[in-house]
Nanobody, 114 residues
Framework: VQLQASGGGLVQAGGSLRLSCKASGINFSLYQMVWYRQAPGKERERVASISSSGAITQEDAVKGRFTISRDNARRMTYLQMNNLGPEDTAVYYC?????????WGQGTQVTVSS
């Protein structure tokens, strides 16, 4: 199983980014996909998830600003991030739990300047 995240970068406060995560090695449509982030000196935290049926959960800190989505045909998971602030600066990871094991992408850096 491989998860490849991309789309991070440097953006000014108030800007937008779209993160992507490409999955391989699993029957993608069967599994929940999750985005996490880890800011410097902080614990990794869950950001949003989307189930195999499309049910979405989001943490309060990103509600109304971030949108998670998936394209099962392309095996892709997306995180659209709008109205970014410096507090969103972190390495973002995609994740899935499959076949009894947690799998992580390599992370993509998001830096928001004030």
């Amino acid at each position: 199983v491989q998860l490849q995240a991309s789309g991070g970068g440097l953006v000014q406060a108030g800007g937008s980014l779209r993160l992507s995560c490409k999955a391989s090695g699993i029957n993608f449509s069967l599994y929940q996909m999750v985005w996490y982030r880890q800011a410097p000196g902080k614990e990794r935290e869950r950001v949003a998830s989307i189930s195999s049926s499309g049910a979405i959960t989001q943490e309060d800190a990103v509600k109304g600003r971030f949108t998670i989505s998936r394209d099962n045909a392309r095996r892709m998971t997306y995180l659209q991030m709008n109205n970014l602030g410096p507090e969103d600066t972190a390495v973002y990871y995609c994740n899935t739990f499959a076949r009894g094991k947690n799998y992580w992408g390599q992370g993509t850096q998001v830096t928001v300047s004030s």
